[in-house]
């Protein structure tokens, strides 16, 4: 306990307050560069009506009717009683100065914050106003956050009285006060906290961030809006609940962390980015990826180590003016940008190992492949002598290396952010490995009280080293019997080893000393900003980017190997270059009458992009020389081309709101493209958006329970017009080297016009609840329905038209989702904390209308599209098991007779199980039921622990590689998987087996495509779970550090599912031909990382 | 509010200008429009061109190999492949089948091609155009040749009435095209004999073999005329490719090595479809699936430069062996390590790896071959089976000869009619035995059995034994009236013309 007479402790009191204001203004200085705001509107114009109130009441009343925050002492306006006024749409600055001034007050704003002050110099308080003059006892402590960091600026006041203080840098505060007083803390962005004030000791104070990320500022398409005004469906990730997995790369973060954005990998690599799909896929040919904005463009390059926020857009409202392209949802991301104040030094660091994920899937050592193939072919005993565990040769040990160095600050005027990333990864299988270098500068600077400017420049190196020399293939199929290693432990040759047994004489152990194949491109891009406040009301804004890209591939199979042996070594080189040009010209207009808020944004944008390619190949190098020049002969034709492509958009949106109750968004777009038929290359899209805060309306009661409860919904349209090629629309005869002939030039048919082709349409509406209860539980439910029609289809024609396809604009496809967010602090008790945050979506595909009239396209294909199913759902022969007379496999086969009637019998035959009456739907679909993922945060004094799970269920697999490694005896020279728990193999008459009776050559098909391979692929996986620890500020001081954390990381550690193959996970992205199919699956990798993270 | 002022005017008309307009098309490079492809007469060379580009797509020549040559009985297929090149040499066919969906596609891609040029140019215009024209008219006639006997049954079956494929002429309206229905068997040999007779007409030019010109044609049309008993005409189109004295049978080494030089300089071939050195198509090439070895030729392991799944089989192999130094064998490549024969393992009874090399080895290239569509042999084979058909004995032995003296096969290995009465053989079975022997692999053999009422016996080891339980058994016979004689219409077709009716 410190002393203190009382005219220290008044004069004390009088410099916390100055303090705690500038802390305040720093503050919000500091939240609001953080979260970028831009714009936000305010109304200007307020009515009043007041009998005999309180100078307070009639603040609280302009700050609710303006959106501006008051701060004020409220020493000053205690005394002020019996305001009697009328004011009817009057500017409230106006307002203000009358009230205030005969109170020998004044008022001045910052920011979006109305500072109420005394006049003139005198500004100290009489010494009445104390509490009571005799107090001795001073509460002092530290107030930290969830993460153990001190909190600076909260403001700290003994409750019932006016007497205030706010945090110093080090989060410490001390006040005069008695033990049994009550402590108010609050702090802006936390949820207040009162605590009595011990008889003894300091204080440890922790506050907690609110749980629902209401008054999060988010980018919406072309403004911004503070969550709690948003009329969409967006979901916000801050970049510390992104970085918990370790990766260079967005998307895999993503995966699990926001409802209805679903993030599959067909592939562990390094080099390999998942892909993302947001709430189904709504097209059969076009482009399922969501619109990348970073920064307010569409497009760009970024790191995410320097992403600050993302947010996902999801319905019409919010993907509204990026409209024609944001048919798969937008993502957006901001990067950091510097803030006013000290330099500001980070430097995060992270190593760990990685390892590939097995799951149930194990192939036969040697004796196990001998016992099982002696059933059924002659195998010689000396086999045994080997037994070559290929699986572990090819997959082994990787490591992650990851460095970020940032540094940022700035004055009033000018704010920087640099910083540099290194990150290296090498991968589980043998040559694979991923290296990334990003460097990236943010500066904005004020130029003059008008405008506005901000450079923003991104470079990043890539390189990837990509399977080569069928490594994976061989380590799922070559055979135990056959040695990796000479008797000097050099790899084996297999083409010349006398007795190999393998189907495929390859060795990739032999093939890798020498042959590579790998990737290296590097993008810059580079963004000027311009924002002129013309008026108070009206802003100009030029948004512009400049991108360039180029990359660079290289093949090389060394004439030593299998792989170049044919042709005396193979080297195949590609490069491709881009450069995009964009423009974004806005006219901003807001203003405020009375209680009715208006915005309108009007822009226009244009978009160019060229590109070119080539590549050659050549054949006949000498051993180890990897260019082209030293080759003797082509390998292939040259090849090559350019093309352009060109985008411009028109748009408009008026936003309006009525007394932060009432909230209206409108907007349409106009927009051509280039790649569009000579008829139809422009479309008008349209959104519409209303939101309703009910705990904002004058009869909503103080809830104890539901603090916070608004209505959304919106509808509109957006458009698709990615993923097909730049010139789909024009009917063309192809000149390249595949129409010549003995050598000569030709031009042949290659593609049928199309001059309507047009853009893809999807009509989307969106009802959304948002509530907080208990100040503590944050729930966000969505419905929504996306009906997507004139698909983009890239239609297959009857042969005799002499064309394989036209693009055509057919169809409709709907998905029907909901979406589920609940955030949760669970618990709070002193130092310790948990909280929960949870999400779920649920969606179903369907088709609705083939608009040639057809029932069904790519009819025979295993995941065809066809009208009343999903888009993903699977069209077999059934599999019927195996007949247990013999262990012959068993199919169905549909019989449909003359009048029409349809039986089910079974067969062995297989060409009768796949025919077009036999093939059948499965009532299995590739799309998952729900996806979601779940994470726990728990906080105990500086330790942090976390753990996030991520769950698909209800999918099915089509495990393509069974083919190979669970064939029945067809491939002898293939190693077989053992068979998981609960599966059987024929033996004798009347078993009732899972397998068929295995026989040389195979049993009559056994292998070929069924809904035999279909596995269940729901899955949970331990996606991350972390400990991390932050160093007492104390130790820290004197090494001029101002954080310090250590962490252990670990991704991906358990995976729960019953699929039998390394790893459940497919891509989920529906369109692409990959989807649910796992082949040959590069397993994602357990990782365990070691991490230092430090600021000064 | 907006001030009234200039300064405030003018950066508004700044932004105006900002807002510009930027509505502008692009085009390909790689690519041409196709108003601008066939605009004039320079252009129709280039599109021939691109007709015999499309002709080259592996979509037609590999798959269309498989589906030709796989159903006969000069292969063996070694051991299962997942590959639907299974089933044509099982006859498991099903109507999903990749290779007829190709070859069905790509076929009629030629004549789309064939007939954009056939449309624009007038039969009454320069003699280069002329020959233009009639090129296109060859392939569009080559193209419904090859459909009718794969998805169509034999032409003496049922004199042609049964259903054969649709018949794709030049002018159709899209609505047309797509609903075209199946012509029958008969109505599209008449639709090839016209083209073909028009063709021989037009074209004036010796192009080389890689084009076709006037004799082309005729040796297309003795064919033709051959598989419709036509007998008379068959002799008559032969007669004038033998007689045109612009191709001559190779003789010595320079047949050993017939497919292995360069192609357009080969004067027994009269049609390939030439492949060049950067068409090479590896181990997806027809040759990959004969033959696995080095640059030189020598055989080396299954999987080393090729699949080596389908062998010449036991039963060709041993009756081609009858006469060791016949040099047709040349065209086979035992696997021989350490002077031992290699079986390839994986059925039982275990098959010969007998390595086919016609598909190898174009210009020191392993798998890099140009498939050879017609040729001088096979004219002679034309005559003789159809003289040989008309009691024309003699005439009928003295082409079988000419060949069996070509291929080094001494005066004893040669046919008169005494060794026939003899060995109670007809002249036609001695005529069709050297069919098989000259023309094995080139895509004949189910055809000419099939058409003369024979079936296909395959009494020896590979995956068709498979049929059978237990593998060991060793027979297949497919008779020639066997549904599987032909192959399913791709169902994929049928779902988009349902004026198409699939084989039964």
Known sequence: ?1096 | MIRPSIYGKLKLMTVAVLFFSCQKYYDPTEFINEEDALANESDVETATIGTYAVLKNAAYVRSGHFIMEYPGDAVAQGQSSADDLTRAYRYTHINTSDHCTNFWSQAYKVVAAANNVIEFVPNESSEGLRQLKGENLFLRAMMHFNLVRIFGRPYPQNSGENPGVPILKEGLSDEEAETLSRSSVKEVYDFVISDLLQAAELMSQSKNNSFASKEVAYALLARVYLYKEDQENAIKYADLVINSDRYALLQGSEYAGYFRAQPDNNRETIFAIRHMKVEDRAMSSIGSMYFSGDVSGNPLGQGVSGWAEIYASKKYYDFLNQHPEDLRNSFITPYVVNGELQYNQKLTPVTPMYYVNKYSLQEGLINLSSPVYLRLAEMYLIRAEANAKENNVDAALADVNLLRKRAGLSEDALYTPEKLATAGKTALDVVLEERWLELAFEGHRAYDLFRNNRSVVRDYPGTHSLNNTPTTDLHQEVKPTDNRVVFYIPQAEINRNSALKQNP
């Open chain 1, 1 to 1096: 306990m410190h002393k203190s007479d009382s005219r220290r402790c008044a004069y004390r009191r009088q410099t916390l307050l100055r303090y705690m204001i500038k802390m305040k203004i720093m503050l919000i200085c500091i939240i609001t560069s953080l979260v970028s705001v831009r714009a936000t509107t305010y109304a200007q114009k307020v009515t009043l009506k007041f009998e005999q109130a309180t100078l307070r009441d009639v603040l609280d009343e302009i700050q609710k009717q303006t959106g501006y925050d008051f701060l004020y002492n409220s020493t000053l306006i205690a005394k002020e009683q019996a305001i009697s006024l009328t004011v009817n749409d009057r500017d409230f600055k106006e307002v203000l100065t009358e009230l205030l001034h005969p109170r020998n007050l004044r008022f001045e704003i910052k920011r979006n914050t109305v500072f109420v002050r005394k006049r003139g110099p005198d500004v100290n308080p009489a010494p009445d106003r104390l509490p009571a003059a005799n107090h001795q006892q001073t509460a002092h402590g530290i107030i930290r956050n969830t993460q153990g960091q001190p909190l600076s600026g909260v403001t700290v006041g003994l409750k019932g009285t006016s007497v205030a203080t706010a945090t110093d840098e080090g989060g410490r505060f001390s006040l005069p006060a008695e033990a049994g007083q009550t402590l108010v803390f609050s702090l802006l962005g936390y949820v207040p906290q009162e605590i009595a004030v011990p008889s003894s000791d300091g204080m440890e104070v922790q506050l907690f961030e609110e749980m629902s990320d209401l008054d999060e500022v988010v980018v919406v398409g072309y403004s911004t809006r503070k969550v709690r005004y948003l009329s969409s469906s967006v979901t916000t990730i801050s970049s510390e609940k992104l970085k918990d997995v370790t990766s260079n790369d967005l998307s895999t973060m993503l995966q699990g962390k926001a409802p209805g954005v679903v993030v599959s990998s067909p592939s562990g690599a390094p080099s390999s980015a998942p892909r993302v799909l947001i709430r189904g896929a709504g097209t059969i040919s076009a482009s399922t990826s969501p619109l990348v904005v970073v920064d307010g463009n569409i497009g760009g390059n970024y790191n995410p180590a320097d992403i600050e926020s993302v947010s996902i857009l999801k319905d019409a409202a919010a993907t509204g003016l990026y409209g024609s392209r944001a048919a798969n949802g937008v993502i957006i991301i901001n990067t950091k940008r510097g803030e006013a104040g000290k330099t500001k030094v980070e430097f995060n660091n992270s190593f760990g190992f990685g390892n590939p994920t097995t799951g149930n899937f194990r192939l036969m050592n040697s004796q196990e492949l001998y016992d099982f193939q002696t059933t059924f072919y002659d195998r010689d005993p000396s086999v045994l002598q080997n037994n070559t565990d290929w699986w572990g040769l090819a997959f082994g040990q990787g490591y992650v290396n990851n460095h970020n160095l940032s540094i940022s600050g700035g004055s009033e005027n000018v704010q920087y952010y640099a910083s540099g990333v290194f990150y290296r990864e090498e991968g589980t299988l043998a040559g694979t490995g991923h290296t990334g270098y990003n460097f990236r500068t943010n500066l904005d600077a004020k130029l003059t009280d008008r405008l506005k400017a901000s450079v923003l420049i991104n470079g990043n190196v890539n390189k990837n080293q990509l399977e080569n020399s069928r490594t994976m293939y061989d380590a799922y199929t070559n055979l135990p019997f056959d040695p990796a290693f000479d008797g000097e432990g050099n790899p084996i040759d297999a083409r010349f080893h006398p007795n190999w047994l393998g189907r495929e004489k390859e060795n990739f152990l032999h093939s890798l000393l020498y042959n590579y194949s790998k990737d290296r491109s590097w993008a810059i891009s580079g963004d000027l900003n311009l924002d002129y406040t013309l008026t108070d009301k009206i802003t100009l804004s030029s948004y512009n980017r400049t991108q360039f890209a180029n990359g660079q591939t290289a093949q090389f199979f060394d004439r030593n190997t299998k792989q170049g042996g044919a042709n005396g070594g193979e080297l195949r080189n590609g490069t491709s270059s881009s450069n995009r040009l964009l423009t974004s010209n806005r006219v901003r207009y807001a203003d405020t009458f009375g209680e009715h808020d208006l915005a309108i944004l009007a822009a226009a944008e244009a978009e160019t992009t060229t590109s070119d390619w080539s590549a050659t190949s050549g054949k006949g190098l000498p051993s180890g020389r990897d260019v082209m020049s030293v080759a003797t002969d082509v390998l292939l034709s040259p090849s090559g081309a350019r093309e352009q492509v060109g985008f411009r958009k028109y748009l408009a949106q008026a936003d309006y709101s009525y007394n932060n109750r009432y909230f209206f968004v409108a907007s349409f777009v106009n927009e051509f493209s280039s790649k569009f038929g000579k008829n139809n290359p422009m479309a008008n899209f349209y959104q519409l958006g209303a939101s309703w805060i009910l705990t904002n309306e004058p009869f909503w009661q103080e809830n104890r329970i539901l603090s916070f409860a608004k209505l959304r919904g919106s509808y509109g349209t957006v458009g698709n017009a990615d993923g097909i090629s730049n010139f789909a629309a024009l009917g063309l005869y192809s000149i390249t080297q595949d129409a010549s002939y003995s050598g000569l030039p030709g031009a042949a048919p290659y593609q049928k016009g199309n001059p309507n082709l047009s853009w893809e349409k999807i009509r989307s509406a969106n009802l959304g609840v948002d509530l907080t209860l208990w100040n503590r539980v944050g729930i966000s439910l969505d419905i929504y329905e996306k009906k997507a029609s004139e698909l983009l289809y890239r239609q297959p024609l009857v042969a005799t038209t002499g064309y394989s396809y036209v693009w055509v604009n057919a169809g409709s496809v709907r998905n029907r989702g909901l979406e589920l967010n609940v955030t949760s602090q669970n618990f709070k008790a002193g130092n310790f904390t948990w909280e929960t945050s949870l999400n779920m979506a649920f969606n179903r595909n369907q088709v609705l209308e083939l608009s040639d009239g057809s029932a069904i396209f790519n009819p025979g294909a295993r995941q065809p599209i066809a009208v009343g199913y999903d888009m993903d759902a699977y069209n077999l022969p059934i599999w019927a098991g195996v007949d247990p007379a013999n262990g012959d496999p068993l199919w169905e086969k549909v019989t449909i007779d003359e009048s029409g009637n349809r039986s089910i019998a079974t067969t062995n035959v297989y060409s009768e199980a796949a025919t077009s009456d036999s093939r059948q739907f499965t009532g299995t679909s590739a799309a998952p039921k729900f996806t979601g993922g779940i994470s726990n945060t728990l906080t105990y004094q500086n330790f942090t622990l976390s753990a996030f799970f991520n769950f698909v269920y209800g999918n099915y697999v089509y495990n393509d590689t069974r083919v190979y490694f669970d064939n029945d005896g067809l491939y002898e020279a293939f190693n077989s998987m053992v068979l998981p728990k609960g599966w059987t193999r024929w033996e004798k008459e009347g078993d009732k087996a899972t397998h068929p009776k295995p026989i040389v050559g195979g049993n009559k098909d056994s292998n070929q495509s069924s809904s035999r391979y279909l596995e269940e692929g729901s899955y949970i996986r331990l996606r991350n779970v972390r400990l991390g620890y932050n160093f007492p500020e104390k130790w820290l001081q004197s090494a001029r550090i101002s954080r310090l954390q250590v962490f252990i990381s670990g991704d991906n550690l358990w995976t729960g599912t019953k699929f039998s193959g390394p790893d459940p996970e497919v891509s989920l992205s529906q369109v692409d031909l990959a989807s649910g199919v796992s082949s040959f699956k590069y397993p994602v990798s357990k990782k365990v990382l070691f991490g230092l993270n430090v600021t000064f």
